[in-house]
């Protein structure tokens, strides 16, 4: 098959030139502190090990995923692999020992001794950048970190699979599978109250997402000569990229009849005056949380006397929600409060063929025809948090202090419903809050954006002065 050999595009490396590349370079050590969330992730660690007392884990980081040809998508790290060692390296191992003792499999810095750290375009230093030291590693994530070369894999342990696949073919799963399985959900459910510095991290990623919801009122006049929805995408992702890591998941920039699809991500539509932009974006953090958060803008800065009517009904299903945090409360219980203003509003607007009551008989739920997602989620690493929680511990469970979590009613009129006036058709709301549970009730994290018509419309009017 050598007819069909095919070369890199960079030129070959001699010999001389390896062994000239390999001399002269200072030593590189350097002096780190231990990082401000090492305290919570070794408090993590002993919560997981006392999950599973004389187990051995296993939780890796996971690979670059190639996004074409040699050019790599930008690496994001497992959350469970972060939210145990803070570390955010592509390859990562992390190895919880049956004594408790945990162990971080890393590769470090890459060695002058070879030729990795200017031939690898993946790994090598002078192509991908200066990763830390096994010492570096181990003073600021404050456990012990070791070389990836050192990892067995020998001996039964529980794994978090799916995060990397060359782990997951070197232990080969135990019996039906039942033990990964297991760790995954604890991991998950694990996460779900928040720590104080968790909590903090929130705090500013609402922050900052409201400076780039500020940032896109500010760019809608400019959007409207031709930018469009893409545009202010752009516009968001600039303060993601300065005041974070990157968006926390794919804006969601949704003019006119986009915003009744409920994760438009194409963001290629026009902005136009008499229109509304539902604007549904999060700033992650360079720790890795997010916020998530929704408003709905009159693109000319005013909303007209029906657009204003549905907003403030999507407002009051809102605070009809809001209401129910607390403690002890069922989680579901601020999405039935939100979805009976949601049915008896659809009947004030002549929308449902039957009373509200009757809709919202659990046998019938036709309401939902304008309303079809749940009203919120949990939130924190991921922008849908600890996903892999049993239900009993999460949808069918009660709400604790440390939960953060969104709360998102929405209403949605699409375009070619027949069943609705042609003059609601093509129209979505959602406001969409991103809440701490207190000891007495709720913190609302993204309390710096708007939330009535009026207070929207003096918002923006005030950012374009």
Request: glycine content about 10%.
């Amino acid at each position: 098959m050598a007819e069909f050999a095919t070369g890199s595009h960079d030129w070959p490396v001699t010999e001389a030139l390896t062994e000239f590349m390999k001399a002269g370079w200072a030593d590189g050590e350097r002096d780190v502190d231990p990082a401000d969330f090492a305290p919570y992730t070794e408090a993590r660690r002993k919560r997981l090990a006392a999950a599973f007392p004389g187990e051995r884990i296993i939780v890796p980081s996971g690979r670059m995923i190639p996004r074409s040809n040699d050019q790599d998508y930008r690496f994001r790290p497992h959350s469970a692999y972060v939210w145990l060692t803070g570390d955010q390296t592509s390859d990562g191992v992390f190895v919880l020992e049956p004594s408790g003792e945990g162990v971080l499999y890393l590769r470090p810095k890459s060695n002058r001794s070879d030729g990795e750290f200017f031939t690898d375009r993946r790994y090598g230093e002078l192509w991908a950048g200066r990763r830390p030291t096994l010492r570096e590693s181990t003073t600021s994530l404050g456990l012990e970190v070791r070389h990836i070369n050192e990892l067995s894999l020998a001996g039964p342990a529980r794994l978090l699979r799916g995060v990397d696949a060359t782990v997951d073919a070197d232990l080969p799963q135990r019996g039906d599978g039942r033990a990964d399985l297991e760790l995954s959900v604890v991991l998950s459910e694990l996460r779900l109250v928040k720590d104080e510095w968790e909590v903090g991290q929130m705090r500013l990623a609402c922050e900052v997402t409201a400076r780039g919801f500020e940032d896109v009122v500010r760019a809608l006049e400019f959007a409207k000569t031709g930018g469009g929805e893409r545009y202010l995408e752009g516009t968001f992702w600039r303060r993601a990229r300065t005041e974070g890591n990157d968006v926390g998941y794919h804006s969601i920039v949704a003019a006119g009849s986009h915003a009744t699809t409920l994760h438009w991500i194409e963001n290629n539509g026009p902005i136009r005056d008499g229109d509304l932009l539902l604007l549904d974006a999060g700033v992650e953090l360079t720790s890795l949380y997010t916020a998530d958060i929704t408003r709905v803008l009159p693109i000319s800065g005013r909303f007209t006397p029906l657009q204003r009517d549905v907003y403030e009904l999507s407002r009051r299903a809102n605070d009809a929600a809001l209401e129910t945090l607390k403690p002890g409360a069922e989680y579901r219980d601020f999405h039935r409060a939100a979805m009976r203003v949601m049915a008896h509003g659809l009947e004030d607007l002549g929308v449902l063929p039957v009373p509200a009551e009757q809709a919202l008989d659990p046998e019938s739920t036709i309401y939902r025809r304008w309303t079809l997602c749940g009203s919120g989620h949990m939130i924190g690493l991921d922008v849908h948090d600890c996903g892999r929680a049993r239900a009993t511990n999460y949808l069918d469970g009660r709400l604790e202090p440390g939960h953060v979590l969104t709360v998102e009613p929405g209403i949605y009129f699409q375009p070619d419903d027949l069943l609705i006036p042609e003059e609601l058709r093509g129209m979505g709301f959602r406001i969409e809050e991103d809440l701490l549970i207190t000891a007495d009730g709720y913190e609302m994290l993204s309390h710096q954006l708007p939330r009535t018509a009026s207070d929207v419309e003096s918002w923006m009017a005030d950012l374009v002065r």
